[in-house]
């Protein structure tokens, strides 16, 4: 399974974005028209998103990220188990990156595209959906379906959850959602190169050494009993 192209379209998503909102103060037309459906929601659907939105902030992010890192290594995946720590913290670094370029903000200051929030989540699930999808009774086009549902369902859970608290536009979710798409494939990337590497080398280190091996011990001995005849 391949998530090369996606990962160039998103990316190529991202910098549009960017270019279209930098230095903006206020929402576009497609964020006025989606924001106005999904502000102002009330109980109990306020506390759905603040609690999706807290999985997202330092706290919860770490707390679910360490209880990620422990059930991959407890089913043997430590490539997973790296790759869920790598993937959103370079994701996230990524859309804060972002933010300081484009410069929009949102509520005065407040810096907002693209969302990291959403980033976060995207990411968290590509990981997660990458493990069944690798199984090898999963055709290409069935692991990319899975992969990219779950991380559709999780941006869209997280940019709505943004969106509904007033502290992104509909078009950073999007954008974060694309950032996420675009930096975990990259990421995977690197990871499994690293870990080959590092595979290769240990096994290159536990073959037998083909030396022939020192016989001056020998020669030495019949070196002695030569002269004792």
Same mark, same amino acid.
């Given at each position: 399974?391949?998530?090369?192209?996606?990962?160039?379209?998103?990316?190529?998503?991202?910098?549009?974005?960017?270019?279209? @909102?930098?230095? *903006?103060?206020? $929402?576009? $037309?497609?964020?006025? &028209?989606?924001?106005?459906?999904? @502000?102002?929601?009330?109980s109990p659907w306020r506390n759905v998103a603040l609690t999706l939105d807290f999985l997202g902030e330092p706290v919860g992010s770490v707390a679910l990220v360490t209880a990620l890192v422990a059930a991959?290594?407890?089913?043997?995946?430590?490539?997973?188990?790296?790759?869920?720590?790598?993937?959103?913290?370079?994701?996230?670094?990524?859309?804060?990156?972002?933010?300081?370029?484009?410069?929009?903000?949102?509520?005065?200051?407040?810096?907002?595209?693209?969302?990291?929030?959403?980033?976060?989540?995207?990411?968290?699930?590509?990981?997660?959906?990458?493990? $069944?999808?690798?199984?090898?009774?999963?055709?290409?086009?069935?692991?990319?379906?899975?992969?990219?549902?779950?991380?559709?369902?999780?941006?869209?859970?997280?940019?709505?959850?943004?969106v509904a608290l007033g502290a992104h536009y509909p078009t950073d979710a999007l954008g974060g959602w694309c950032t996420g798409l675009a930096v975990l494939p990259a990421t995977a990337w690197l990871v *499994?190169?690293?870990? *080959?590497?590092?595979?290769? &080398?240990?096994? &290159?280190?536990?073959? $037998?050494?083909?030396?022939?091996?020192?016989?001056?011990?020998?020669?030495?001995?019949?070196?002695?009993?030569?002269?004792?005849?």
């Amino acid at each position: 399974m391949r998530l090369g192209s996606t990962a160039v379209i998103a990316a190529l998503v991202v910098l549009v974005l960017g270019f279209l @909102y930098a230095g *903006d103060r206020t $929402p576009g $037309p497609l964020d006025a &028209r989606l924001g106005t459906e999904a @502000y102002g929601i009330g109980s109990p659907w306020r506390n759905v998103a603040l609690t999706l939105d807290f999985l997202g902030e330092p706290v919860g992010s770490v707390a679910l990220v360490t209880a990620l890192v422990a059930a991959f290594l407890l089913h043997g995946r430590r490539r997973a188990a790296v790759l869920v720590v790598a993937g959103p913290t370079l994701a996230v670094g990524t859309a804060t990156l972002l933010k300081s370029l484009v410069g929009r903000t949102i509520h005065g200051d407040n810096l907002s595209y693209p969302s990291g929030h959403t980033a976060f989540a995207t990411t968290i699930a590509l990981v997660v959906a990458l493990t $069944p999808a690798g199984r090898p009774g999963l055709g290409r086009t069935a692991a990319l379906s899975l992969v990219l549902t779950a991380a559709l369902a999780a941006g869209a859970a997280m940019g709505w959850a943004e969106v509904a608290l007033g502290a992104h536009y509909p078009t950073d979710a999007l954008g974060g959602w694309c950032t996420g798409l675009a930096v975990l494939p990259a990421t995977a990337w690197l990871v *499994d190169r690293t870990a *080959d590497r590092i595979t290769d &080398r240990g096994r &290159r280190a536990e073959r $037998p050494s083909h030396r022939r091996p020192d016989r001056s011990a020998e020669r030495m001995a019949d070196a002695g009993r030569g002269e004792r005849g």
